[in-house]
Each structure stands twice: as C-alpha cells, then as structure tokens.
C-alpha cells in the first residue's frame, strides 16, 4: 500500500512538474459552460476545449513535456514517433518550436489533408515515412528504428512524462471551476489523457467520478473490465480514438482511478457530430465529440450535477464528411439498406413504389445484382425514411408481397469500396442452406 501511495506522489509531482515545464509553451484552454447541453440533460455541462490548443489537440502536453526533459545528447540525435492521429501533428508541432529533428511513421493509408496538416506544423523539422498498412506495423518499423539509431522513441501515451504532460489539463480545470465537479468524462485516446487527469482528480478531487470514453471498435475497455472477452477489432473506416496497443503503465492507472468506461458506435459518434454542427454549437473532428456523445448514457445520473467533457480536436477529414451523415442516418434508423429476393416480374420498381412504401418513404438506390433463375431475381436497394418505425411497416408489406429480404445496416463491410453484392447473395444462400437442416 506504501508504495502504491508512493506511486501516485511520483506522479502527481510530475504533473505538477510539468505544468511549470509548459507553462511558457501552451495557453490554458477555455473552460466553458454549453447552455444547449445543459438545458437537454438538466445539469451543468462544462466542456474544456482542447480541440483549440496548438496543435489542435491536448498532445502538444505530452509530447512537448517528454521531449523537452530528453538530455542535450538526445536531443541532438533527434527524436522517433509513430502515429495515426493526433500524436503526429503533436510531435510535428514541437519538433518546430524546439528546432529538433524528428522522424514519423505513419500508415500508408494516410489521408493527404492529414499529411500537409502535419508537414505544415513541422516545417523543415520532420520527415514523414509512410509505411505499414496499420498504427501496430508503423509503430513497430518506428521502434527499430528508434533502437538502431540510438535515438528517443516518443511514445503517443504510455510514458510518465506524457502521462504528466496531458494532467495538466485536468490542473486546469480544477484551477478555474471552483464549484465540485461530479463527472468528467475523457475520452480513450490510447488513454494517455485518461490516466493522467484522473491521476490529478484523484489527488486533489477524490470524489469526482471519472468516466472513459472509447469506441466500440476500441479494444481498450479491457482496461477496466476483465470479464470483457478480447477479440480483433474490425478497421474502423472514420476514427483513430483506437490505438490498440494496450502496455503496462496506463493501462494499470487507469484500471485503477477509472469509475466506468462506455464504449461508444461509430453511427452514434456520426449522430453527435451532426447535432452540435447544426446547433453551431462547436464543429469538431469525430473523436473529439466522444464525451459528449457518452451523456446520454449518462443522463439520468448527471441530472443536477456539474459534469465536464474533455474535447479533442484535430484534423476534420472532409473526405469522410459524406460518410459520417450517412452513419448518422443509419444509427438514427432513417436509413435501410437491403438485399431483395422476389419472384421473377416486370416493372418491379415501379410496384415497390406503389405497395410498399409509405408516401414519406423514398428509395434513392436501385440495383439488379443478377437473376437467380427464371422464377426469382436479386436487387439491392437503399431506402430513406421520414421516421425510424416506418420501417416496421415496410417489412411487412414486402413479406405479404412475398418479397425475401436481407438487412444490410449492420454489415462491417457496407462503406467499404469493394463490397461485393454477389457475395452478400452468396453468403445469404449459405445461411438459409445451413438453416435448412437445423
């Protein structure tokens, strides 16, 4: 007990430490009170605004704070980072304000509007090595090259002096707000941010709870549920709030000082995003809108209480801007997209149209996939409804009209961009072939 004690006395003087270190650096982010948010969940809902620190993001804490206590030789070597978030623009950015050189490795598949974003903050100070097809493959490449070089590996999260640099955002918030603060929820970004501002609240405000966020795509709720089965994590197309590797330090401060964790869909992230755009509330990248997005799970709890959001920020990738209304209209439920089977006739759209849907219903794609034989035939459709229950009704109306159906919503594959129709056919024929001899 004596030396966890002493543990977490190490760390708080790191983080009191380090808030010294970036005082010179950063500007204290605004702390401000959302009245829309607060009047939805009857509460005080408080977001601290790390998408507007520089670098656009709470990384430019931990990252400076590691590299500016790296020894004169090291720093000389330069330094190595992997990354496929907001650790690049991060490093890039100090890599510029310290005039020290350094090399990221970032996945293949990196956007170009992130890649001039990062080249922009880093100047002449950085190169840029695009290699791997995932965050593990660079991060792995980075590592060797970190070793062979003899240069400083600065890890995006789990290391004491980034852990320390990111609390002092939690230093923040606990300077400013004088009222108790009951909640706060951080989102799970590797969970550097997390350990870190819980590790402050510990010390200084015990009482509050503290609540991680993370997506569902995430394997990083193994940090604090052990029950919870380990699985792959299928390639989540919109975020990178999913580091997947999950080391000793961050993973041990988090399982203990973190009250819950909520694992957050990608179409309820979407559904957020779109929400606070409208309500020209804040205009923020998808994981940076993750503690909001955990309120509702939250609501009946907050009720009353004083409650803080950690956002993020970075880049928005404008590339993906079509596909993020898309999953908020399919999480939403104003979206279907199905597989149809049915017997073999002419004018078939044109008899959807009249006896199947509603007349707030539409059908906005239409697409023979292939004849199954001269009796059936095979489309695929995308259906826009004016309500989620409209739905109900339009089920049953293709079964009396002995139309077979398939459910699309919740394939992994349906953003991808070879998604292959004949197989969805083909897996569909297995599927009932199998169910047959059940």
Request: aromatic fraction near 8%; include cysteine; charged fraction near 25%.
């Amino acid at each position: 007990m004596k030396k966890q004690h002493y543990a977490k006395m190490n760390l708080f003087k790191e983080i009191q430490l380090a808030q010294k270190q970036l005082a010179a650096v950063i500007v204290p982010t605004p702390l401000l009170e959302n009245l829309s948010l607060s009047k939805h969940y009857n509460a005080v809902v408080i977001l601290k605004r790390e998408d507007l620190q520089a670098g656009c993001s709470f990384k430019i804490r931990g990252v400076y704070n590691k590299i500016n206590s790296l020894s004169i030789t090291e720093k000389e070597r330069g330094i190595v980072c992997a990354s496929d978030g907001n650790h690049a623009q991060g490093v890039a950015y100090c890599c510029e304000l310290l005039k020290i050189m350094g090399k990221i490795y970032l996945p293949k598949n990196t956007s170009k509007q992130k890649l001039e974003q990062i080249q922009k903050f880093g100047k002449e100070y950085i190169k840029i090595i695009l290699t791997g097809d995932y965050f593990e493959e660079a991060y792995s490449i980075a590592l060797g090259d970190a070793s062979i070089h003899r240069k400083a590996f600065i890890h995006p999260f789990d290391d004491l002096k980034v852990i320390a640099g990111q609390a002092t955002a939690g230093l923040e918030i606990l300077e400013e707000y004088q009222n108790p603060i009951d909640y706060v929820f951080v989102p799970l970004e590797g969970s550097g941010l997390a350990a870190g501002i819980s590790s402050a609240f510990k010390m200084l405000s015990p009482n509050t709870k503290i609540i991680g966020v993370t997506t569902q795509e995430n394997p990083s709720l193994e940090i604090t549920n052990e029950n919870d089965p380990s699985f792959d994590a299928p390639k989540s197309y919109l975020n990178n709030a999913s580091i997947k590797k999950q080391d000793d330090l961050t993973s041990n401060i988090c399982k203990e000082n973190l009250d819950d964790v909520i694992k957050i869909s990608e179409g309820k992230i979407c559904s957020t995003i779109l929400k606070l755009a409208n309500n020209k509330d804040t205009n923020i990248e998808h994981e940076g809108v993750l503690s909001i997005a955990a309120l509702d799970f939250y609501a009946d709890k907050i009720k009353g209480k004083n409650v803080v959001c950690i956002i993020n920020g970075g880049l928005k990738n404008i590339e993906k801007e079509a596909e993020i209304k898309e999953r908020s209209l399919l999480y939403d439920g104003l979206v279907h997209y199905f597989m149809i089977q049915s017997p073999q006739r002419s004018e078939i759209l044109k008899d959807f149209i009249s006896n199947i849907l509603g007349p707030d219903d539409e059908i906005t794609h239409f697409q023979f996939v292939q004849k199954e034989n001269y009796e059936t035939q095979s489309v695929f459709i995308r259906l826009e409804t004016k309500e989620p229950n409209n739905i109900e009704a339009i089920k049953t109306k293709m079964q009396a009209k002995e139309f077979q159906f398939q459910n699309l919503n919740d394939r992994n594959d349906l953003f991808s961009s070879n998604i292959n129709l004949e197989n969805i056919l083909w897996e569909e024929k297995q599927d009932n072939t199998a169910s047959s001899y059940v």
